[in-house]
């Protein structure tokens, strides 16, 4: 017997960006009703526990100004996949949220970073995009192009991993798959298209393997620093897969921010320096 391995948290640094002008008044995606009711006072109380959660833990959150009209822009991983302190920006699918990209473009440029392209294939970023300290690991399927994928190769220099994903409930890769720490990922297998599940299974055998419940709660929207897993409070199958692994999960409740199809992760951008 090999035991529980010690996992070791590392300092991070996030980007976020409230959501002061949080509505669901379009529908790009299958969680978004434009007829639910949504308080953007409790999507702020939620985000802004996510945000204190990363700082009790050590972590270094940056914030973004938000910008009325763009309802989207507190999902802050959306806008950019930063390895190395290299920038890849954003280009968004659907036009209600393209301007987001030319916000955050500006926010890099203002903050020190002098490696900024923006793509020029649709490429939603960390939705689509896991960096797992190895590999990028890069959905397609519903928002992110294929080309945005060497696209990502290049201009980052770092090898990636194309997978397909074929549930539109998990419509970013940030839906299904996440990374744990140092080349240890969670992720739900039937959001994948059968080569990719292969390809998955092959690359990471040890990987924790989440049930429909985790989600459909958005469970494998998670967020961990090595050791602290945050994550929505309903995926409790996950978090005790994740115990059993060595990790401490953290529940936060992110439940008005999933009626326009986001989680923890979402929210956070990292930022790779
Ligand atoms: N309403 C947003 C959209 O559909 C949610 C984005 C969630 N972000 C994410 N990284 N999955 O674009």
Redesign the pocket.
């Known amino acids: 017997m090999t035991g529980t391995p010690r996992r070791e948290p590392t300092p991070r640094r996030y980007l976020m960006c409230e959501p002061t002008y949080f509505t669901?008044e379009y529908s790009?995606?299958p969680?978004?009703n434009p007829d639910e009711p949504v308080s953007a006072e409790l999507a702020v109380k939620q985000w802004t526990e996510l945000a204190d959660t990363y700082r009790r833990f050590g972590h270094r959150v940056d914030t973004i100004r938000p910008v009325p009209g763009l309802?989207?822009m507190v999902?802050a991983?959306?806008s950019g996949t930063v390895v190395d302190g290299r920038v890849l920006g954003a280009r968004?699918?659907?036009p209600?949220?393209t301007a987001e990209a030319d916000h955050y473009r500006r926010w890099f440029l203002d903050h020190g970073y002098r490696d900024v392209v923006m793509p020029t294939a649709v490429n939603?970023?960390?939705?689509?995009f896991a960096w797992t300290g190895r590999l990028l690991l890069a959905g397609s399927g519903f928002?992110t192009d294929p080309g945005a994928h060497a696209e990502a190769q290049e201009v980052l220099g770092v090898p990636v991993v194309s997978l397909q994903l074929v549930d539109p409930r998990f419509?970013?890769?940030?839906?299904a798959l996440f990374v744990l720490s140092d080349d240890h990922i969670a992720y739900y297998p039937e959001a994948f298209s059968p080569g990719s599940q292969r390809v998955l299974a092959r690359l990471f055998p040890d990987a924790i393997i989440a049930n429909a419940a985790d989600a459909e709660c958005l469970g494998l929207?998670g967020v961990s620093d090595g050791r602290n897993v945050v994550l929505p409070m309903e995926a409790t199958h996950l978090a005790e897969r994740l115990v059993h692994a060595g990790y401490e999960p953290t529940f936060v409740d992110i439940s008005e921010l999933r009626k326009?199809?986001?989680?923890p992760?979402?929210?956070t951008m990292e930022l790779r320096d």
């Open positions: 669901v790009i995606n969680w978004m309802p989207d999902f991983a959306n968004f699918r659907n209600q949220r939603e970023a960390e939705g689509d928002r419509y970013h890769l940030d839906t929207n326009s199809g986001g989680g992760k979402c929210c």
